[in-house]
């Protein structure tokens, strides 16, 4: 081969002795052939690839640009000097005159190499086009090509300017043609670092720089230093943030996941039938166990909560609670392929460059002690190990940004997943999982999948890089090694134990999070319930042992992970001084050298990671493993079957049931039964029951939510639904009504006047352009309920389910609704109503009506055939109608809640927000006319956008003051204040701190002797060269480095020890203050602050503050002292350094102050931005049923597609920050290693090779460490940000003190007097009075009706006997005692109210009745006796023990009032302020609850707030409220006489024509 290639060249191919110069250079030959074909075979394999998608392509290409034609230029002229040196040798050989032998023309070379130039030239020219039709102009392949052939081309160079030099250029045209080739590609290269914009991608380029950057800047990150820089100058806020990559969105990588998952799934499915079917012909008594398994399903709500997750599992999941199984990974695999398999390259590339180093290590040791070596081979050898190092840092960073893009990816799409699912899912799989359970999967379980990718490729990699170094430690130390490989294969059992019992430990942990944040979530959901019963200390101490608990998991798993580090972190140690030991004892002439030793040493340290990163891997799969069980349990459970509901054109109904059951799930009994039912087109049909009866269930069955047992329902056209609790949008008013249809004006004007909107809208501080807060917490309860039937009657559907839709407004209203929307003449005259009605004044105008017992039809008929036929429904009307008398202007309705023009008070379990609407009615009274003027023009749909991104953008004409509710998110800006780690250094313990300093100080102080020694070690080879080394020097010198080593582990795992122990001990101070804290700040902070941005407190900070801060903080303190020491060994070596320290300092210094500020900013960013996504999630499932029935899913996951990509775009914008660090201190600690290398090679004359060793493995070792410290200074100061959020909501004002020095005495108040002196109120000090000097008495057992208008002040009356407002002036006397002066316990305790809403929480019904149980189980039966539930308590299976799901779900709305009053009736106090409590019931329970009230609180004072006038008219007197002030106080008979406020009240509501006609 090598003579043919020297008749090729006409030239020797290869001379080894041109080497061996002081002044070395490579054969002509070997330039013109090898160095010239490696950058042409590179870029011809490549082409064929990037040529491709322009003969695809069908796309436009893109403008010329300046960069274009100059890169085209400079080519074309490449292309020339390759044909001139064509021709030139043409005309050489054949021109005028030829040579006159054929052997001594030009060699082929001279042929060849022209023409492979211009093919090549050619080539890149096709390539410049081609790279028009991407969005990124400039080619990575072209770029990697001009830097290879400029390499390869630098020893042509070099060897013709030496010969240039001396005269010898006997080829002046040829030589002159390689110069300007060489400089056209020098150019070219230049040119390519910069990014080509073309005026079409401009636009793209300002939003999001990336997809048009050079390749150098994307490799670098160079693109992103804009955004730093912007970063150090201002805090970064989300409208400074770049947009994401089309590749990154959302709903680009949920399709392809989706697509993945469903394949998976269905695999998944198969497999499981096929198990079950295995087991069931295992069984052997078939009959016992179906026997069995109906038993169990009967009483699976019975024992839930005894075993609640594997209860609750196994009813899910069947037998054993089998699940489809192992489908998760494998459709994650399947969608990030191609991730994957990029990032595999670069970490293999990367690991493999990881051995270059030591091996060049031991070149340069070899030629520092080698006299006789050449300079020039110490300075290639230095050269190398910065080119080494650079490409290794290059694709190491490549990796990373694969692996966190891959992070950030797996949880989105799990998070998305975990939404869609929501969606659909059955409702056995829902009654599982509560809202806590399912946010902690889309936070928790989805970030675990997150964290676990930045290290998954270790799995492959680690083994990879620890075989590889032993087989390098076998060439330095031979069969020794095996005594280390040994050490290692000792550890993996241990290993394998410990992470069986981290996973148990992990799983018990994830229950307690869940049942966490499960009853974190009904605390903040029922918190008023909790302070006006002054419950607090009962909740706060059921979330201390479930939090006990989770500490005590998380500490044992810490402890685990010590072992586990301080195991992978003596394992390299173990297995240097067993090879060093077995090789110097297997024989007496081995003796450690330097290079033997610092080699080895720079491959132990290369061992030291991968065997430090396996743990850390292994913890997290082990984690990861526990979070991928839950969510394939959650996504792989059944949806909801719609098989059920038909769509047959062909029959001739709207809606006709066909003997359907219907259950709430499987296994249980139906609600709904046998019904048979035609409804025909256009007709309206009232439903009516008992309680009970199964009303709201026929609704359900008709809507899907239900599991059909037996039958189905055929519906033709499409649903609006109304339901009994109104689901309201955290959005504009606009927006609720609108419900994602296009605004047409004169429907959407006749739909608000039809339900008497218009007069609200005067009122509201926006309009319709207020935005509502979470659920509809500013406002009323008839205001919510007629915007829920706005939204119904604006959809202009063909069916339409009102569930109850009147029973929270009041007999006006109700009327009004009736004519104008429901009845014959309303605006849906003509659509189909299926109408669930507890009001039999509107029965009459019904065409047909359905009436339920225990969930079959009794009977069904117009209304005076049903009177006719004397059943269940005469009864009904016999026993009941009497209440109409002879007032037909008056509804007699069960469950209005509102007096006329006078909204319903907030619903207690919606955490009323009176004195937020009244806040913001007054804020805005003068500004609201001019404010509305100026937004009719604007869309609402930007405000829309707003509300879900959690920022406001600024507007021509800002919204009136108090129109927001919901504030932007508070979040810091600027630097960490150091007060922050001290405080969570005092959370710690101070004494704890200092220890685990000394204990790290004393672990790193050991290494530092170990390395001194090693080095002592090594100059003993000089010392006894050619001589016996003396057995006991050398047991000397093993026995100390053993010693030091065992030091190392020993104070390691002491210092990790007491950390984990100091961060549990922080983990409970700081979720105790947290949680005590949230339970005592005033409602106005629940009212203005959204539940989901509380939770997000309790979940993802709390979870930083548990797991993430105490790692950042030993590894920070790691490092830091890691570095201190690492420094002081080079320096103790090669004193030299000291002067690259300084320029490396300052560059660091820069660096980290560019980076930190940025970064700290974006991850607060990503918290603001995060809770949203939580917020939307609760307010989605809230609102399930609504989103199905209208068949809006796709809007809704569209939504949430953009509040996550708006968190994505934070967290994208940290991760390239992070990479764009990593690049420049690698850059920069890669310098380092090559000055220091180069100090070596110039000063080798005085320094000792063990020296030179110490020094550059130090070095070696330091760059990546500095690159840690600034990487984990910058996670602590973003991770402290945690500590910061929590403490924000530890230092949000209180309320008054629970209890008080001064105490009531006991029985207070034993009469119940009340006297209200001057009594003022003010929401907040810079506001108007509420309450204008109230001054009234109220006797001993005195009835006290309280009546008013919106805003008169009635529920700021009642917030104030409670104190939930405080006074402003003037006080409030109970029995003798002054309120203001007594703890608020001592007050609510004293007190009882029935609220309007029941509020009840998951627990034992005992519980829910006394939190505190102080009451003895007679006591109890005998309130549940007077509150007509003891006989449903009673054929309960657990009785009192029974458990009451989430919010009471397994409880119907009456039996969940009733149980409300049986609170009241326990607490035996003497004061009783009732909120209309008969909301949501029916006749007969109404009746019961007020029979009840008149007969059980005879001698108590009540306080009732009316929202109807028939309620109060045998009060002993009547309070009229107006603008917070009293204007009436008397009896009704003299109030009506007086023909005042309350007289027009009782007039306009028919109650003074009723008296008149009896009379």
Same mark, same amino acid.
């Given at each position: 081969m090598?003579?043919?290639?020297?008749?090729f060249?006409?030239?020797?191919?290869?001379?080894?002795s041109?080497?061996?110069?002081?002044?070395?250079?490579?054969?002509?030959c070997?330039e013109?052939?090898?160095?010239?074909?490696?950058p042409?075979?590179?870029?011809?394999?490549?082409?064929p690839?990037?040529?491709?998608?322009?003969?695809?392509?069908?796309?436009?290409?893109?403008?010329?640009?300046?960069?274009?034609l100059?890169?085209q230029?400079?080519?074309?002229?490449?292309?020339?000097?390759?044909?001139?040196?064509?021709?030139?040798?043409l005309?050489?050989?054949?021109?005028?005159?030829?040579?006159p032998?054929?052997?001594?023309r030009?060699?082929?070379?001279?042929?060849?190499?022209p023409a492979?130039?211009?093919?090549?030239?050619?080539?890149?020219?096709?390539l410049?086009?081609?790279?028009?039709?991407?969005?990124?102009?400039?080619?990575?392949?072209?770029?990697?090509?001009?830097?290879?052939?400029?390499l390869?081309?630098?020893?042509?160079?070099?060897?013709?300017?030496?010969?240039?030099?001396?005269?010898?250029?006997p080829?002046?045209?040829?030589?002159?043609?390689?110069l300007?080739?060489?400089?056209?590609?020098?150019?070219?290269?230049l040119?390519?670092?910069?990014?080509d914009?073309?005026?079409?991608?401009?636009?793209?380029?300002?939003?999001?720089?990336?997809?048009?950057?050079?390749?150098?800047?994307?490799?670098?990150?160079?693109?992103?230093?804009?955004?730093v820089?912007?970063?150090?100058?201002?805090?970064?806020?989300?409208?400074?943030?770049?947009?994401?990559?089309?590749?990154?969105?959302?709903?680009h990588?949920?399709?392809?996941?989706?697509?993945?998952?469903?394949?998976?799934?269905?695999?998944?499915?198969?497999?499981?039938?096929?198990?079950?079917?295995?087991?069931?012909?295992h069984e052997?008594?078939?009959?016992?166990?179906?026997?069995?398994?109906?038993?169990?399903?009967?009483?699976?709500?019975?024992?839930?909560?005894?075993?609640?997750k594997?209860?609750?599992?196994?009813?899910?999941?069947?037998h054993?609670g089998?699940y489809?199984?192992?489908?998760?990974?494998?459709?994650?695999?399947?969608?990030?392929?191609?991730?994957?398999?990029?990032?595999?390259?670069?970490?293999?590339?990367?690991?493999?460059?990881?051995f270059?180093?030591?091996?060049?290590?031991?070149l340069?040791i070899?030629?520092?002690?080698?006299?006789?070596a050449?300079?020039?081979?110490?300075?290639s050898?230095?050269?190398?190990l910065?080119?080494?190092?650079?490409?290794?840092?290059?694709?190491?960073?490549?990796y990373?940004?694969?692996?966190?893009?891959?992070?950030?990816?797996?949880?989105?799409?799990?998070?998305?997943?975990?939404?869609?699912k929501a969606?659909?899912?059955?409702?056995?799989?829902?009654?599982?999982?509560?809202?806590?359970?399912?946010?902690n999967?889309?936070?928790?379980?989805?970030?675990?999948?997150?964290?676990?990718?930045?290290?998954?490729h270790?799995?492959?990699?680690?083994?990879?890089?620890?075989?590889?170094?032993?087989?390098?430690?076998?060439w330095?130390?031979g069969?020794?090694?095996?005594?280390?490989?040994?050490?290692?294969?000792?550890?993996?059992?241990?290993?394998?134990?410990?992470?069986?019992?981290?996973?148990?430990i992990?799983?018990?942990?994830m229950?307690?999070?869940?049942?966490?944040?499960?009853i974190?979530?009904?605390?903040?959901?029922?918190?008023?319930?909790?302070?006006?019963?002054?419950?607090?200390?009962?909740?706060?101490?059921?979330?201390?042992?479930?939090?006990?608990?989770?500490?005590?998991?998380?500490?044992?798993?810490?402890?685990?992970?010590a072992?586990?580090?301080?195991?992978?972190?003596?394992s390299p140690?173990?297995v240097?001084v067993?090879?060093?030991?077995?090789?110097?004892?297997?024989?007496?002439?081995?003796?450690?050298?330097?290079?033997?030793?610092?080699?080895?040493?720079?491959?132990?340290?290369?061992?030291?990671f991968p065997?430090?990163?396996?743990?850390?891997?292994?913890?997290?799969?082990v984690?990861?493993?526990?979070?991928?069980?839950?969510?394939?349990?959650?996504?792989?459970?059944?949806?909801?079957?719609?098989?059920?509901?038909?769509?047959?054109?062909?029959v001739?109904?709207?809606v006709?049931?066909?003997?359907?059951?219907?259950?709430?799930?499987?296994?249980?009994?139906p609600?709904?039964?046998?019904?048979?039912?035609?409804?025909?087109?256009?007709?309206?049909?009232?439903?009516?029951?008992a309680?009970?009866?199964?009303k709201?269930?026929l609704?359900?069955?008709?809507?899907g939510?239900?599991?059909?047992?037996q039958?189905?329902?055929?519906i033709?056209?499409?649903?609006a639904?109304?339901?009994q609790?109104?689901?309201?949008?955290?959005?504009t008013?606009?927006d609720?009504?609108?419900?994602?249809?296009?605004?047409?004006?004169?429907?959407?004007?006749r739909?608000?006047?039809?339900?008497?909107?218009?007069p609200?809208?005067e009122q509201?501080?926006?309009?319709d352009l207020?935005e509502?807060?979470?659920?509809?917490?500013?406002?009323?309860?008839?205001?919510?309920?007629?915007?829920?039937?706005?939204?119904?009657?604006y959809?202009n559907?063909?069916?339409?389910?009102?569930?109850?839709?009147?029973?929270?407004?009041?007999?006006?209203?109700?009327?009004?609704?009736?004519?104008?929307?429901?009845?014959p003449?309303?605006?849906?005259?003509?659509?189909? +109503?299926? $109408?669930?009605?507890?009001?039999?004044?509107?029965l009459?105008?019904?065409?047909e009506?359905?009436?339920?017992?225990?969930?079959?039809?009794?009977?069904?008929?117009?209304?005076?055939?049903l009177?006719?036929?004397g059943?269940?429904?005469?009864?009904?009307?016999?026993?009941y109608?009497?209440?109409?008398?002879?007032t037909?202007?008056?509804e007699?309705t069960?469950?209005?809640?509102?007096?006329?023009?006078?909204a319903?008070?907030?619903?207690m379990?919606?955490?009323?927000?009176?004195?937020?609407?009244?806040?913001?009615?007054?804020?805005?009274?003068?500004?609201?006319?001019?404010?509305r003027?100026?937004?009719s023009?604007?869309?609402?749909?930007?405000?829309?956008?707003?509300?879900?991104t959690?920022?406001v953008r600024?507007?021509d004409?800002?919204?009136?003051?108090?129109?927001?509710?919901?504030?932007?998110?508070?979040m810091?800006?600027?630097?960490?204040?150091?007060?922050?780690?001290?405080?969570?250094?005092?959370?710690?313990g101070?004494?704890?701190?200092?220890?685990?300093?000394?204990?790290?100080?004393?672990?790193?102080?050991?290494?530092?002797?170990?390395?001194?020694?090693?080095?002592?070690?090594?100059d003993?080879?000089?010392?006894?060269k050619?001589?016996?080394?003396?057995?006991a020097?050398?047991?000397?010198?093993l026995?100390?480095?053993?010693?030091?080593?065992?030091?190392?582990?020993?104070?390691?795992?002491?210092?990790?020890?007491?950390?984990? +122990?100091?961060?549990?001990?922080?983990?409970?101070?700081?979720h105790?203050?947290?949680?005590?804290?949230?339970l005592?700040?005033?409602?106005?902070?629940?009212?203005?602050?959204?539940?989901?941005?509380?939770?997000?407190?309790?979940?993802?900070?709390?979870?930083?503050?548990?797991?993430?801060?105490?790692?950042?903080?030993?590894?920070?303190l790691?490092c830091?002292?890691?570095?201190?020491?690492?420094?002081?060994?080079?320096?103790l070596?090669t004193?030299?350094?000291?002067?690259v320290?300084?320029?490396l300092?300052?560059?660091y210094?820069?660096l980290?102050?560019?980076y930190?500020?940025?970064?700290?900013q974006?991850r607060?960013l990503?918290?603001?931005?995060?809770?949203?996504?939580?917020?939307h999630?609760?307010?989605?499932?809230?609102?399930?049923?609504?989103?199905?029935?209208?068949g809006?899913?796709?809007?809704?996951?569209?939504?949430?597609?953009?509040i996550?990509?708006?968190?994505?775009?934070s967290?994208?914008?940290?991760?390239?920050?992070?990479?764009?660090?990593?690049v420049?201190?690698?850059?920069?600690?890669?310098?380092?290693v090559?000055?220091?290398?180069?100090?070596?090679?110039t000063?080798?004359?005085?320094?000792?090779?063990?020296?030179?060793?110490l020094?550059?493995?130090?070095?070696?070792?330091?760059?990546?460490?500095?690159?840690?410290?600034?990487?984990?200074?910058s996670?602590?100061e973003?991770?402290?940000?945690?500590?910061?959020?929590?403490?924000?909501y530890?230092?949000?004002?209180?309320?008054?003190?629970?209890?008080?020095?001064?105490?009531?005495?006991?029985?207070?108040?034993?009469?119940?007097?009340?006297?209200?002196?001057?009594y003022?109120?003010?929401?907040r000090?810079?506001?108007?009075?509420? $309450?204008?000097?109230?001054?009234?008495?109220?006797?001993?057992?005195?009835?006290?009706?309280?009546?008013?208008?919106t805003?008169?002040?009635k529920?700021?009356?009642?917030?104030?006997?409670?104190?939930?407002?405080?006074?402003?002036?003037?006080?409030?006397v109970?029995?003798?005692?002054?309120?203001?002066?007594i703890?608020?316990?001592?007050?609510?305790?004293?007190l009882?109210?029935i609220?309007?809403?029941?509020?009840?929480?998951?627990?034992?019904?005992?519980?829910?009745?006394d939190?505190?149980e102080?009451?003895?189980?007679?006591?109890?039966?005998?309130?549940?006796?007077?509150?007509?539930?003891?006989?449903?308590?009673?054929?309960?299976?657990?009785g009192?023990?029974y458990?009451?799901s989430?919010?009471g779900?397994?409880?119907s709305?009456?039996?969940?009032?009733?149980?409300?009053l049986?609170?009241?009736?326990?607490?035996?106090v003497?004061i009783?302020?009732?909120?209309?409590?008969?909301?949501?019931?029916?006749?007969?329970?109404?009746?019961?609850?007020?029979?009840t009230? +008149?007969?059980?609180f005879?001698?108590c004072?009540?306080?009732?707030?009316?929202? +109807?006038?028939h309620?109060?008219m045998?009060?002993?007197?009547?309070?009229?409220?107006?603008?917070?002030?009293?204007?009436?106080?008397d009896s009704?008979?003299?109030?009506?006489?007086q023909?005042g406020?309350?007289?027009?009240?009782?007039?306009?509501?028919?109650?003074?024509?009723a008296q008149?006609?009896?009379?």
């Open positions: 090598p003579v043919l290639l020297d008749e060249c006409g030239s020797i191919f290869w001379n080894a041109l080497l061996d110069l002081p002044q070395p250079d490579l054969p002509l070997f013109q052939t090898v160095l010239v074909w490696i042409l075979g590179f870029l011809w394999i490549s082409a690839w990037k040529l491709l998608p322009m003969l695809k392509s069908r796309t436009n290409k893109s403008s010329l640009t300046k960069i274009y100059t890169k230029v400079l080519t074309a002229l490449l292309l020339l000097t390759a044909m001139a040196d064509l021709v030139f040798t005309a050489e050989d054949f021109g005028q005159y030829p040579h032998t054929p052997a001594s030009s060699p082929a070379v001279q042929y060849t190499n492979l130039y211009t093919v090549t030239w050619f080539l890149v020219l096709l410049h086009d081609t790279q028009r039709c991407h969005q990124r102009r400039d080619s990575g392949v072209l770029f990697l090509f001009w830097i290879l052939s400029l390869c081309g630098v020893f042509q160079l070099q060897t013709l300017i030496r010969k240039a030099l001396l005269g010898l250029v080829d002046l045209p040829r030589f002159s043609l390689f300007i080739s060489y400089g056209l590609q020098l150019l070219l290269l040119i390519s670092t910069f990014s914009v073309a005026p079409e991608t401009e636009e793209m380029a300002k939003r999001n720089p990336e997809v048009t950057a050079s390749f150098l800047s994307s490799i670098t990150f160079g693109w992103y230093s804009r955004m820089l912007q970063g150090y100058r201002k805090p970064l806020e989300m409208e400074d943030l770049w947009d994401l990559k089309e590749d990154v969105k959302t709903q990588i949920f399709s392809r996941f989706d697509r993945c998952m469903r394949t998976e799934v269905r695999r998944a499915r198969r497999e499981l039938e096929r198990r079950c079917r295995k087991r069931r012909s052997t008594a078939p009959e016992l166990r179906n026997g069995l398994s109906k038993a169990w399903s009967q009483d699976v709500l019975v024992m839930e909560e005894k075993h609640p594997r209860k609750r599992e196994e009813e899910a999941g069947g054993s089998d489809p199984k192992a489908w998760l990974v494998k459709a994650l695999v399947r969608t990030f392929a191609g991730n994957l398999l990029k990032s595999v390259a670069f970490k293999l590339v990367q690991d493999l460059l990881v270059c180093s030591p091996q060049l290590l031991k340069l070899s030629f520092v002690a080698d006299p006789t050449h300079a020039w081979q110490g300075y050898y230095t050269v190398l910065f080119i080494t190092a650079l490409v290794q840092s290059i694709c190491l960073q490549q990373f940004q694969l692996c966190f893009v891959l992070g950030l990816n797996l949880r989105t799409v799990l998070m998305v997943a975990v939404y869609k969606l659909t899912v059955s409702n056995t799989t829902r009654k599982m999982y509560t809202l806590g359970e399912t946010v999967l889309m936070s928790a379980d989805a970030q675990r999948f997150m964290d676990v990718a930045t290290f998954i270790h799995l492959w990699s680690a083994p990879l890089q620890i075989a590889m170094c032993i087989i390098f430690l076998w330095e130390l069969p020794s090694v095996l005594a280390g490989i040994g050490v290692m294969v000792l550890l993996i059992p241990i290993n394998a134990l410990l992470a069986t019992k981290a996973k148990s992990q799983m018990r942990n229950r307690s999070k869940d049942q966490r944040m499960k974190m979530n009904e605390i903040l959901s029922g918190i008023k319930i909790l302070k006006l019963f002054a419950w607090e200390p009962s909740f706060e101490r059921r979330v201390g042992e479930i939090r006990g608990q989770e500490l005590k998991s998380l500490l044992h798993f810490t402890y685990l992970q072992i586990s580090i301080f195991i992978f972190t003596c140690f173990l240097s067993a090879s060093f030991t077995f090789y110097v004892l297997v024989d007496e002439k081995n003796v450690l050298d330097a290079q033997k030793a610092f080699t080895s040493i720079s491959l132990f340290n290369v061992l030291r065997m430090a990163m396996l743990p850390m891997l292994i913890s997290s799969l984690q990861t493993s526990v979070s991928t069980e839950r969510l394939e349990r959650y996504l792989g459970s059944g949806d909801l079957d719609p098989s059920a509901i038909r769509h047959d054109s062909c001739d109904c709207a006709q049931f066909s003997e359907a059951s219907f259950a709430w799930e499987q296994g249980v009994e609600a709904i039964r046998a019904v048979t039912l035609q409804i025909k087109p256009g007709h309206l049909v009232a439903v009516v029951g309680v009970g009866a199964g709201s269930s609704v359900s069955a008709v809507l939510e239900m599991e059909n047992l039958g189905h329902i055929n033709q056209g499409s649903m639904y109304v339901p609790q109104p689901w309201i949008q955290n959005a008013l606009k609720n009504i609108l419900f994602g249809s296009e605004l047409e004006e004169a429907r959407y004007q739909v608000l006047e039809a339900c008497a909107l218009l609200d809208l509201l501080p926006g309009g207020t509502i807060g979470e659920k509809g917490i500013n406002l009323s309860g008839g205001q919510k309920q007629r915007i829920s039937l706005a939204r119904a009657v959809s559907a063909d069916i339409y389910l009102l569930d109850d839709p009147l029973s929270a407004v009041d007999a006006h209203v109700g009327k009004h609704l009736f004519e104008k929307v429901l009845g003449d309303g605006l849906l005259s003509g659509k189909t +109503r299926l $109408l669930v009605t507890h009001s039999i004044s509107f009459p105008m019904t065409d009506i359905v009436v339920l017992v225990a969930g079959a039809v009794s009977e069904r008929g117009s209304y005076n055939t009177v006719a036929k059943g269940v429904f005469a009864q009904l009307l016999s026993t109608g009497s209440q109409e008398g002879s037909p202007e008056e007699v069960v469950g209005a809640a509102e007096d006329l023009d006078e319903a008070e907030t619903s379990e919606e955490a009323p927000a009176d004195a937020v609407t009244m806040t913001l009615k007054r804020e805005a009274s003068i500004q609201q006319r001019a404010f003027r100026s937004l023009t604007k869309s609402s749909k930007s405000l829309r956008e707003a509300v879900h959690g920022e600024p507007t004409k800002q919204p009136a003051t108090g129109q927001r509710l919901i504030e932007k998110e508070a810091e800006t600027g630097r960490v204040k150091f007060s922050l780690y001290l405080r969570y250094l005092r959370a710690v101070l004494r704890f701190s200092v220890w685990v300093l000394i204990f790290y100080g004393a672990h790193y102080a050991a290494f530092m002797g170990s390395s001194l020694w090693l080095s002592a070690w090594t003993d080879s000089l010392e006894y050619n001589q016996t080394y003396p057995p020097q050398r047991d000397m010198r026995g100390v480095f053993g010693v030091l080593g065992l030091a190392q582990a020993v104070f390691l795992l002491t210092a990790i020890l007491l950390s984990a +122990r100091g961060a549990a001990q922080a983990s409970r101070m700081l105790q203050q947290l949680l005590s804290n949230i005592r700040v005033p409602m106005s902070f629940f009212d203005t602050t959204p539940t989901g941005r509380i939770m997000n407190r309790f979940a993802k900070d709390i979870l930083t503050v548990d797991e993430a801060i105490p790692m950042s903080f030993r590894m920070w790691n830091f002292i890691a570095i201190i020491c690492t420094l002081l060994l080079i320096c070596a004193p030299y350094f000291a002067i320290i300084i320029p300092g300052i560059a210094f820069f980290l102050r560019f930190v500020s940025t970064s700290r974006l607060r990503d918290s603001t931005t995060r809770s949203p996504i939580y917020s999630f609760s307010e989605t499932v809230s609102g399930l049923s609504v989103i199905r029935a209208y809006h899913q796709g809007r809704f996951l569209k939504q949430n597609d953009c996550v990509d708006n968190n994505q775009k967290i994208y914008s940290w991760i390239v920050s992070n990479r764009w660090l990593a420049r201190l690698e850059c920069i600690g890669n310098l380092v090559f000055f220091a290398a180069l100090l070596a090679v000063e080798r004359d005085f320094l000792q090779s063990g020296i030179v060793g020094s550059i493995s130090s070095a070696l070792n330091i760059t990546q460490t500095l690159n840690w410290l600034v990487r984990m200074t996670e602590l973003t991770n402290i940000v945690a500590v910061e959020r929590v403490h924000e530890t230092e949000v004002e209180n309320e008054a003190q629970w209890v008080t020095e001064q105490r009531p005495p006991p029985g207070w108040p034993s009469r119940g007097e009340i006297q209200i002196t001057d003022q109120v003010r929401y000090p810079e506001l108007d009075l509420v $309450l204008h000097g109230l001054t009234c008495e109220i006797g001993s057992t005195e009835k006290v009706g309280v009546v008013g208008r805003g008169s002040g529920s700021s009356l009642t917030n104030c006997l409670f104190r939930i407002l405080e006074a402003a002036g003037g006080t409030i109970i029995d003798g005692v002054d309120i203001s002066t703890g608020l316990h001592d007050l609510r305790r004293s009882t109210i609220p309007q809403d029941p509020v009840l929480f998951s627990g034992t019904l005992r519980m829910n009745m939190p505190f102080q009451y003895s189980d007679e006591e109890i039966w005998k309130a549940l006796e007077l509150a007509h539930l003891k006989t449903y308590v009673l054929a309960l299976p657990e009192l023990s458990q009451v989430e919010a779900e397994n409880l709305g009456g039996q969940k009032q009733l149980l409300c049986a609170r009241a009736l326990l607490r035996k003497k009783l302020i009732l909120d209309e409590v008969t909301a949501a019931v029916d006749l007969e329970t109404d009746t019961l609850i007020q029979t009230i +008149r007969q059980q005879a001698n004072t009540v306080l009732t707030i009316a929202h +109807r006038l309620t109060i045998d009060s002993d007197r009547v309070m009229v409220l107006q603008a917070g002030c009293i204007m009436e106080y009704p008979e003299r109030l009506l006489q023909q406020l309350f007289y027009v009240m009782a007039n306009n509501a028919g109650i003074v024509r008149t006609t009896v009379l």
